[in-house]
């Protein structure tokens, strides 16, 4: 016997954001609004995720048949629940089991690999080397170097970056 309503689950980050629909037609809505213009990648025939803003993640056993479906209306108390959901402000329910763990600082990853706590930041690498701290910045961007929290790297790290930003900021 088939289900007579579609239950739709989605997550993002801490978020977890579940949704109940008679109509196939506002199921579908309820989908499309989630995912905005982000495009999406079937992970079954039951979940899709959209990274566009974070790995958003919509799951339900019928949701082949939502996509499929044509466009109904989300009401607007769902409209609403939406907007807080993917904009973080969401005083809802969090992911079961869901720990937010604590980043540590590149000092931190330092002493934990052995280099005695020395870091280097991108100020220091600038005044070593003459550069504009703005268009280094710009540079790492373009190179896609990863940060976190703040421009600077335990030794090993700064020395390697270093060597990529001589190789384009002298080009």
């Excluded at 579609?6 to 579940?18: F, M, P």
């Excluded at 499309?32 to 056993?61: H, P, Q, Y």
């Excluded at 082949?64 to 807080?84: F, H, N, R, W």
């Excluded at 335990?154 to 384009?168: F, N, P, S, Y």
Aim: glycine fraction near 8%; hydrophobic fraction near 35%.
């Amino acid at each position: 016997m088939a289900k007579d309503f579609y239950t739709i689950t989605s997550t993002l980050g801490w978020r977890l954001y579940e949704e109940h629909f008679k109509k196939v037609e506002n199921a579908h809505a309820f989908v499309m609004k989630m995912l905005g213009k982000d495009k999406f990648k079937w992970m079954s025939n039951t979940r899709i995720v959209a990274k566009a803003s974070g790995t958003l993640s919509i799951e339900c056993d019928r949701l082949e048949e939502i996509m499929e479906a044509d466009d109904g209306k989300v009401p607007d108390e769902s409209l609403e629940k939406i907007e807080e959901f993917l904009r973080g402000q969401w005083t809802g329910r969090v992911t079961p089991g869901f720990k937010r763990e604590k980043e540590e600082t590149p000092v931190e990853r330092a002493k934990k690999s052995g280099n005695d706590g020395e870091v280097i930041s991108l100020r220091d690498m600038c005044e070593r080397n003459g550069w504009e701290e703005r268009r280094t910045r710009q540079v790492l961007r373009k190179l896609d170097v990863k940060k976190e929290g703040r421009w600077a790297w335990v030794r090993r790290e700064a020395d390697a970056i270093e060597g990529r930003l001589r190789k384009a900021l002298d080009e």
